[in-house]
């Protein structure tokens, strides 16, 4: 193994620290999203299903 060997397996390494460093905060931020979205639209059905379960004031009668 030569210098320049050790040069380049030192600067791939590097590389491939970098783009883990780069894609993990990637990949957390689609997955923090997609649970945010998930969490908002059951929250969203939950809302709908209470507003749907509460009675409603009734209207006056009006006089024959």
Partial sequence: ????DVG???A???SRLAAVAIAVPVVAGFVLLAAAL???RSLRDVWRKL???RPRAQ????AA
């Fill in 38 to 40: 998930l969490a908002g």
């Fill in 51 to 53: 507003l749907e379960a």
């Fill in 1 to 4: 193994m030569t210098v320049n």
């Fill in 59 to 62: 209207e006056p009668r009006k």
């Fill in 8 to 10: 380049r397996a030192g």
């Fill in 12 to 14: 791939r390494l590097v």
